[in-house]
């Protein structure tokens, strides 16, 4: 293999200056002071358009946002920015829609996330038996995740639908009176919970089923010569063993709740979408930035949100942080 | 207990392994498979077929949605076979709600975006993976730190940039921000980590050859697979992004999920034509599931393990 790459090189290209007569020792120099510039340079160049485009379109920009929160700025007049200090924040503080947005977003999250991960987490057990077909249950645990936020949105839509939606329906076959999808609170939000864990429980399964098979089998070895059963070998060698994974997938759905938004906005149809339903019942802060800048045209306020929300996250990490070092410090 | 188990282990690495493009040595496919103790019975037969249904119904139920017609989805009990109007409320959905328009769109988008993704993530995990440089791991810190960030946070200067450049309402806007991705990078830094021997690189130097040659004519070849899994995963996440291609464009320029915003915001909603709609945007990405699942579900596994 080696051996076949690099005569391909030197076939392509004769890789040395070839000697020419006076000029010799200045073309090797340069050749010289080429490749050590190579050396030198070439992996910065290798990862310079990463950071150049992440520099340009989301560092910039998140610095730039809490810049912007402290002016007032039209979205007609995006020019025309008046210096207000923290007079948006203040506001914002004193919003009664921004606590019911930032209450909406931590239930919704909790709702979505901890049933999403505990499915996830059964479901990468079952997938990790041998078995037949188990290409075939990866694939389709998937399939949620190919369906865009807006195609299953509208779906669940339907299925929730008050009036001959399939839930109500079913309900109604067992004698359950039915229940107001959209207009009622709590509903609302699981429903909503619902297109999220429908979407992602089989991408996490899978993440936690790569973490599962990387477990050493001596482990299990070892704990069934102690006698524990299989339950006992889930809890205490199974779970263990994926446990930076989990804390991955934590992660990465808290970041995700925080920011939730094509749900609600669609499970709201249009012209209820973006305050996230009659009464906000289910507004969360996604909606909340995009209400404020986009129908309300107050770009500055929008910012306040998005800085709000990126608050929030430190927050809940720091929150986390706290909690396992309290809990590393009493066991 | 042990001796159920201790044949499923020793045959487990016998059959061919179903992950190809992760790449992984053999010593680490035996480890792997050995976590994989038990054979399944019927009840996690009937579990794992419950899950699959779940997967797959709402899927199953857009199309069944599609093929009939507004007045026989608004009726109890709800329709649970197809009906005969698959293909013209197809048309409709492709004439009438732009979604022509949105699927060509989404196809320039998402592919723009994956190819350009996979060549700069191929270019700065060959790096992170195998050249030495200063500062090499404080800005793989920096690479996994920007995970972090949650685009949301930056859509309103980036409105604002849009503006300012003329690209509002225009595909560019879209483009632009996502072209390269930060799991893009970790992702093949992982992947040629293991797959692309040192000596290989060396060998390369040895015969002069410079590092964009060997990056073309050494690295490129073995990160083929993983490249081909990264194309798919960021064309499925391009195709199906929603927030930001909301905000900057409009109906008369969408991308899927933004013209299928549109089809449910009607005063009159036609349920058959929005589920038309939500098939068609998601019959591509289908698609390639069925061709390519087995190389997605790898791709994904493979980037996980260390994630």
Redesign the interface.
Known sequence: MATSTTKALTGDEPPRPTPRTGGESTARRRGALWHRLDIKGAPYAFVAPFFIVFAAFSFYPLIYTSWISLHDVELATLDVMEWVAFDNYVELWGDSRFWNALQNTITIGVISTVPQLMMALGMAHLLNYRMRASLFFRVASLVPYATSVAAAALVFTMIFERDFGMINWALGSVGIDPVDWEADKWPAQVAISTIVIWRWTGYNALLYLAAMQAIPADRYEAASLDGASRWQQFIHVTVPGIRSTIVFTIVLSTIGATQLFGEPLIFGQGPNGVTGGADNQYQTLGLLLYEEGWKNYQMGRSATVAWAMFMLLVLVFVVQRVVKRLRSRTS | ??TQ?LP??TD?PARTP?VKAGGRGGRRLL??????????GPL??V??AI??I???F??Y??MV?ASTDNTR??????PFLPGPNLFSNLARAWDEAAMGKAMINSLIVAGVIALSTVL??T??G???AK???KG?NA?LM??IG?M??????????????M?DLGWSQQLPAVI??T??S?VG?FFMRQYLTEAL?D??VE??R????????I?W??VL?IARPAMAVLFMITF?HA??D??WP??VLDMTNPT???A??Q????YV?D?SL??A???L??LP??A???VF??Q??SG???G??K?
């Open positions: 207990m042990t188990s499923a282990r487990a179903a480890r792997q498979r050995a976590g994989r103790q038990h054979h399944a996690a037969y579990l794992l899950m699959a779940l997967s797959i709402p899927l139920w857009t949605a989805v608004s009726q109890t009990p709800p700069f993530a270019l700065a060959f790096a992170f050249l030495r440089f090499r800005l920096l690479v920007t972090m960030v949650p685009p949301q946070l930056a859509v309103v200067p980036l409105f604002m940039m503006a632009f921000p072209l390269v930060a990078v021997p000596e290989l060998a390369g040895v015969d002069g050859a410079h590092s964009l040659r990056f004519s050494i070849p499925v195709w199906n929603f927030f909301f905000v899927v999920p933004v299928l915003t089809l449910s915001a009607g909603r349920q929005i589920m709609g939500a098939l945007g998601t990405l289908l390639m599931f069925v699942g087995r997605i579900v994904i596994m493979a996980a393990v994630g």
